[in-house]
């Protein structure tokens, strides 16, 4: 699926300027999502490597048990499942209240802005920056569920943790960015941005 979508993405922008803003904001969202799988992959490597036997566990006393999980583990598994709610609804939140605060300010007063800076006049490049504050936000509550299945699996050992933290992975990997998902997205969000101002 992923490689399909990178090789269109290829074809179409061949022809294209690196200046670009929709592939500059690409890569840089591509970037984010790497590392976040990236951290949350070494620090598993790490504790699977420390903790390969159960005798190199830090150990912890026989505790309660939730439908038969240790405490720990059951518990990264609801974290799982809330992070997951959380990154949906913050993501819609942000990406609604965003779209109504630029949709409101179309020529916002004050400085302008230096090179580095997103061009608070331009609509396309605020929704870029939008976009790209949803995926941090949303991507950062899966992060959170991963490590703590990671966590989880370095008390209790068990694969119910390494499930979780696989998981969030894949929730995050679920957003990673391609030109083309983010050009449509852009187009539609311009377009609600217009019947906003209506």
Known sequence: MFIDEFDEDRDEDEGRNDDDPVRTTVRTQQFIVGMLTGAVACFCL??????????RRPGIA??????????VTATSVAACAVSALLA????????????RAIARNPWPDGPQPSWREVDPADDEARLL???????????????????FGALAYTLD??????AVVAASLILILFRFPTVNRVRARLDAQLDRLAALRR
């Open 129 to 147: 920056a939008l976009f790209q504050t949803r995926l941090i936000v949303a991507s950062a509550f899966n992060e959170g569920a991963a490590f």
């Open 157 to 162: 050992g068990g694969v119910v943790a390494l």
């Open 88 to 99: 949906l609804a913050a993501s819609l939140l942000i990406g609604e209240a965003g779209l």
């Open 62 to 71: 026989e505790g309660p048990t939730i439908l038969g999980l240790p405490l």
């Open 46 to 55: 790490i504790v699977m490597a420390t903790f390969r036997t159960a005798e």
